[in-house]
């Protein structure tokens, strides 16, 4: 697919959206899963050998203006449960790991220029609940991380994602989160790493794996 400007357009493997003016002020929740062909399109981008299944439960609230109390919804809060099962090569035999990933984690979609400080859900007025100073608008997230001010630490707030139209894309969320949640290093349970020393005396050596040491006695079985 191409733009107006003859430019490609990367088609999202998983895309799935919310919308704001559908979701019932008490909530509700919403399951998501992947098809066959979008399995095979992830697991290729991700280098699986396969996918075998891939769902999300999505519970979806809105978030309301301090001011008004009710509608019209200023965004939307989310929380993300997510499931998959994939085979991955071993990083030392390439031979099939099988594997089953969960993760949960939460984002608010908010539109431009709404104010985190005014939307019930997003923390105390102004902070975030450890007197760290949030940015006056969703744009002034957005300004931060483009010149690069923004430094976040575990107990910080996360920037919102910014809804579009009133439309919310968690697809492409939920399938970043699954590739951070894969072991980088998949491994069959029956291959121990026979280990290696580096260094010159006792104190400097450090115990590394050495995956060639058990390819050769593979070779050898």
Request: aromatic share 6%; net charge negative; proline share 6%.
């Given at each position: 697919?191409?733009?107006?400007n003859?430019n490609?357009?990367?088609?999202?493997e998983?895309s799935?959206?919310i919308?704001?003016?559908?979701?019932?002020?008490d909530?509700?929740?919403i399951?998501?899963?992947?098809?066959e062909?979008?399995?095979?399109?992830?697991?290729?981008r991700?280098?699986l050998l396969?996918?075998e299944?891939?769902?999300?439960?999505?519970t979806?609230?809105?978030?309301l203006?301090?001011?008004?109390?009710r509608?019209p919804?200023?965004?939307?809060h989310?929380?993300?449960a997510?499931?998959?099962?994939?085979?991955?090569?071993?990083?030392?035999?390439?031979?099939?790991?099988t594997?089953?990933?969960?993760?949960?984690?939460?984002v608010?979609f908010?539109?431009?220029?709404?104010?985190?400080?005014?939307?019930i859900?997003?923390g105390?007025?102004?902070?975030?609940?450890?007197?760290k100073?949030?940015?006056e608008t969703?744009?002034?997230?957005?300004?931060?991380?483009e010149?690069?001010?923004m430094?976040?630490?575990a107990?910080?707030?996360d920037?919102?994602e910014?809804l579009?139209?009133g439309?919310?894309?968690i697809?492409e969320?939920?399938?970043e989160?699954?590739?951070?949640?894969l072991?980088p290093?998949?491994r069959?349970?029956d291959?121990?790493m026979?280990?290696?020393?580096?260094?010159?005396?006792?104190?400097?050596?450090?115990?590394?794996?050495?995956?060639?040491?058990v390819?050769?006695?593979?070779?050898?079985d």
């Open positions: 697919m191409s733009d107006n003859g490609v357009i990367q088609e999202a998983f799935r959206i919308r704001v003016d559908n979701i019932a002020e909530g509700e929740v399951a998501f899963s992947a098809t062909a979008e399995r095979e399109a992830l697991a290729t991700m280098g396969a996918m299944s891939f769902q999300a439960d999505v979806a609230s809105p978030l203006s301090r001011q008004q109390q509608g919804y200023k965004g939307i989310l929380h993300v997510f499931r998959a099962d994939v085979i991955q090569s071993c990083v030392v035999t390439l031979e099939p790991v594997a089953t990933v969960s993760h949960e984690f939460e608010d908010l539109p431009k220029g709404a104010d985190p400080a005014d939307v859900g997003t105390s007025p102004g902070t975030t609940g450890n007197d100073k949030l940015p969703v744009d002034d997230w957005l300004e931060s991380l010149d690069g001010e430094v976040f630490d107990d910080d707030v920037p919102p910014i579009r139209g439309v919310a894309e697809g969320l939920i399938v989160n699954l590739s951070l949640s072991d290093y998949p069959r349970d291959v121990e026979e280990k290696t020393r580096s260094g010159d005396n006792d104190e400097d050596n450090v115990v590394r794996d050495n995956p060639f040491a390819l050769a006695s593979l070779k050898t």
